[in-house]
């Protein structure tokens, strides 16, 4: 019985036992150290971007107003300038216009004549290119028989040494054959002959040999005879010997299996003491791996339990990393979405300045479809409305007035554009007519040596005119 002031000493395994309480209250406490840190820092961070935000929209808001005001400004003196700029171009091109358009009268007229010389001259090219032809066919004619002739004169010709040419082979053809059956034949007698001969000198030289393998047979089995009565002459005191060893043996094989019996007995005393050391020692054993496999276990868990804290400090922190750059993106987009929202509503007040007052009383047209025609095209397109079909228009129906004005300035871009492409082909016209009329009115080497495209002889220019479509109205 022990003292009630003494204390037991503990165990090895409640020692290990309450350091694992230890490290794990430790582990404890310190997670919880960096739980706490971790919120103080994101609600540190979370005040510290709403305080940017709002101070940044107070910025842009100030900033926004002063730009504004300065590109007002701007835009107001271009405008003026612009239109000042516009009203002269338009007054020079209608003088321009005017004086083209009396330029472009006269030459009508010059084109006329000059057509009508055109025309007269192409008769007269005409007819001569007939008579030139008439006599090329008859010349011709007179080619054709003649090479009619010489062909057939050499055909006829070429026949004949062609059949001369066959009957001179054919002949050759049949003396070669008649020489190859004359050798053919020879060479078959001399394969018969040396056939015969070959024969007779192996059947003799097979003779030969079996008379000689005989005459060894026989004189082996002579020197096997006397070999035979030597040895059971020389044996026979070996014999006897053989029979006395082979009694004693007989009386040692008994000896030696008395001894097998003994050393059989000690043989199963020593595996028997042999299977209770075994088995005491694989009982200690186990009990060895029982207590190591303990120990591997307490410190598997420690190694997880570290391994999951650092996991769960790295994950926190990349969750902490990517919140931030989340923020930072989401900053970027929204500041892009509102410049592109500002700029979409400065072009959105500089282009109503440009509106007529059509589009100002009337800014949507209803459709530029008549009812039939819209028939037409729900019968091309008969496809029924589904759910989600439904869905995604009904999330489209306030970009349809958008759409339209669009489309508007669209067509009318095309039309423009298609006005100005014809115009530009009337320019080039008159312009060329004009180097026309500026080159007959010059003098010089280069403007002498070509026609004049101002004389007129009987009622005909020289003035080339270029063929082309008049220009419609788009």
Same mark, same amino acid.
Request: net charge negative; glycine share 2%.
């Given at each position: 019985?022990?003292?009630?002031?003494?204390?037991?000493?503990?165990?090895?395994?409640?020692?290990?036992?309450?350091?694992?309480?230890?490290?794990?209250?430790?582990?404890?406490?310190?997670?919880?150290?960096?739980?706490?840190?971790?919120?103080?820092?994101?609600?540190?961070?979370?005040?510290?971007?709403?305080?940017?935000?709002?101070?940044?929209?107070?910025?842009?808001?100030?900033?926004?107003?002063?730009?504004?005001?300065?590109?007002?400004?701007?835009?107001?003196?271009?405008?003026?300038?612009?239109?000042?700029?516009?009203?002269?171009?338009?007054?020079?091109?209608?003088?321009?216009?005017?004086?083209?358009?009396?330029?472009?009268?006269?030459?009508?007229?010059?084109?006329?004549?000059?057509?009508?010389?055109?025309?007269?001259?192409?008769?007269?090219?005409?007819?001569?290119?007939?008579?030139?032809?008439?006599?090329?066919?008859?010349?011709?004619?007179?080619?054709?028989?003649?090479?009619?002739?010489?062909?057939?004169?050499?055909?006829?010709?070429?026949?004949?040494?062609?059949?001369?040419?066959?009957?001179?082979?054919?002949?050759?053809?049949?003396?070669?054959?008649?020489?190859?059956?004359?050798?053919?034949?020879?060479?078959?007698?001399?394969?018969?002959?040396?056939?015969?001969?070959?024969?007779?000198?192996?059947?003799?030289?097979?003779?030969?040999?079996?008379?000689?393998?005989?005459?060894?047979?026989?004189?082996?089995?002579?020197?096997?005879?006397?070999?035979? $009565?030597?040895? #059971?002459?020389? +044996?026979?005191? /070996?014999?006897? =010997?053989? &029979?006395? @060893?082979?009694?004693?043996?007989?009386? !040692?094989?008994?000896?030696?299996?008395?001894?097998?019996?003994?050393?059989?007995?000690?043989?199963?005393?020593?595996?028997?003491?042999?299977?209770?050391?075994?088995?005491?020692?694989?009982?200690?054993?186990?009990?060895?791996?029982?207590?190591?496999?303990?120990?591997?276990?307490?410190?598997?868990?420690?190694? $997880?339990?570290? #391994?999951?804290? +650092?996991?769960? /400090?790295?994950? =926190?922190? &990349?969750? @902490?990393?990517?919140?931030?750059?989340? !923020?930072?993106?989401?900053?970027?987009?929204?500041?892009?979405?509102?410049?592109?929202?500002?700029?979409?509503?400065?072009?959105?007040?500089?282009?109503?300045?440009?509106?007529?007052?059509?589009?100002?009383?009337?800014?949507?047209?209803?459709?530029?479809?008549?009812?039939?025609?819209?028939?037409?095209?729900? $019968?091309?397109?008969?496809?029924?409305?589904?759910?989600?079909?439904?869905?995604?228009?009904?999330?489209?129906?306030?970009?349809?007035?958008?759409?339209?004005?669009?489309?508007?300035?669209?067509?009318?871009?095309?039309?423009?554009?298609?006005?100005?492409?014809?115009?530009?082909?009337?320019?080039?016209?008159?312009?060329?007519?004009?180097?026309?009329?500026?080159?007959?009115?010059?003098?010089?080497?280069?403007?002498?040596?070509?026609?004049?495209?101002?004389?007129?002889?009987?009622?005909?220019?020289?003035?080339?005119?270029?063929?082309?479509?008049?220009?419609?109205?788009?």
């Amino acid at each position: 019985m022990s003292k009630k002031g003494n204390k037991t000493p503990l165990s090895p395994e409640e020692q290990l036992l309450l350091f694992q309480q230890k490290t794990l209250a430790e582990e404890e406490t310190a997670k919880k150290r960096e739980r706490l840190l971790s919120q103080f820092l994101k609600d540190k961070l979370a005040k510290e971007e709403q305080n940017s935000a709002l101070n940044l929209n107070k910025i842009n808001t100030q900033w926004r107003a002063i730009l504004r005001e300065v590109k007002s400004r701007e835009l107001h003196a271009d405008i003026e300038i612009l239109s000042q700029t516009f009203e002269r171009v338009v007054d020079c091109k209608d003088n321009v216009i005017r004086s083209l358009a009396n330029d472009l009268s006269e030459a009508e007229e010059q084109h006329t004549h000059a057509l009508r010389s055109h025309l007269h001259n192409i008769d007269q090219l005409l007819a001569l290119q007939r008579c030139r032809l008439n006599s090329l066919e008859e010349n011709y004619q007179m080619e054709l028989e003649t090479l009619t002739k010489e062909f057939e004169t050499e055909r006829k010709t070429i026949v004949d040494q062609h059949e001369k040419e066959i009957h001179y082979l054919q002949d050759l053809f049949m003396a070669m054959e008649q020489n190859h059956i004359d050798s053919e034949y020879e060479s078959k007698l001399e394969f018969q002959s040396l056939r015969d001969d070959l024969k007779n000198k192996t059947v003799e030289e097979k003779h030969f040999l079996r008379l000689h393998q005989e005459n060894v047979v026989e004189d082996l089995w002579g020197r096997f005879q006397d070999a035979l $009565k030597s040895y #059971t002459d020389a +044996t026979e005191d /070996r014999k006897v =010997a053989f &029979e006395t @060893l082979k009694a004693k043996d007989e009386k !040692s094989s008994k000896e030696i299996g008395t001894q097998m019996k003994k050393i059989l007995r000690l043989q199963d005393s020593i595996l028997i003491l042999k299977d209770k050391i075994a088995m005491h020692s694989r009982e200690s054993e186990e009990q060895n791996q029982r207590i190591r496999e303990d120990k591997e276990l307490a410190l598997a868990q420690l190694r $997880k339990l570290k #391994t999951q804290r +650092t996991q769960a /400090r790295r994950i =926190a922190q &990349e969750g @902490l990393v990517k919140l931030t750059l989340e !923020s930072d993106a989401t900053l970027k987009a929204l500041r892009k979405t509102v410049d592109k929202g500002e700029r979409i509503l400065t072009l959105a007040e500089i282009c109503r300045k440009f509106e007529t007052e059509e589009e100002k009383v009337l800014p949507f047209y209803s459709s530029a479809l008549t009812p039939e025609e819209q028939e037409e095209i729900e $019968k091309a397109c008969p496809e029924e409305l589904t759910e989600e079909l439904a869905k995604v228009m009904a999330d489209y129906t306030g970009m349809e007035n958008f759409w339209k004005r669009y489309n508007k300035v669209r067509l009318e871009q095309l039309s423009l554009q298609h006005r100005h492409s014809r115009l530009a082909e009337v320019n080039d016209k008159l312009r060329e007519t004009l180097k026309q009329y500026l080159n007959g009115i010059s003098v010089s080497e280069e403007v002498l040596s070509q026609p004049n495209p101002l004389l007129i002889v009987n009622y005909q220019s020289n003035l080339s005119q270029p063929s082309s479509t008049p220009a419609a109205r788009p």
